[in-house]
């Protein structure tokens, strides 16, 4: 069965930068199309960035040039490095697979201080 694993949240100033890391076993990596949601209390869980099986990136506009998806066919894993930190981007953090069915990690706290 698939599992998701985040780490990488925590708490951290405005303007600094964190790294969040996911990763997928009880299947093969390579066929699912990869993305990272958020959802801040008391609004809805949004897309934050996907990355496709070739690579291909989409990412929110609130987070476009501070944020980068990457993958690692290899790890299994998916990368989320935020950079530029805004009070803003406070939320939990999910990472989500998608092949047909999709699957959600258990979330991380991402809490960044005025």
């Known amino acids: 069965q698939v599992q998701l694993v985040e780490s990488g949240g925590g708490l951290v100033q405005a303007g600094g930068s964190l790294r969040l890391s996911c990763k997928l076993s009880?299947?093969?990596?390579?066929?699912?199309?990869m993305g990272w949601y958020r959802q801040a209390p008391g609004k809805e869980r949004e897309l934050v960035a996907d990355?496709?099986?070739?690579?291909?990136?989409n990412y929110a506009g609130a987070v476009k040039g501070r944020f980068t998806i990457s993958r690692d066919n290899a790890k299994n894993t998916v990368d989320l490095q935020m950079n530029s930190l805004k009070p803003e981007d406070t939320a939990v953090y999910y990472c989500?697979?998608?092949w047909g069915s999709g699957y959600w990690g258990q979330g991380t706290q991402v809490t960044v201080s005025s």
């Open positions: 990355i496709s099986t070739s690579g291909s990136t």
């Open positions: 989500n697979a998608q």
């Open positions: 009880g299947s093969i990596f390579r066929f699912y199309n």
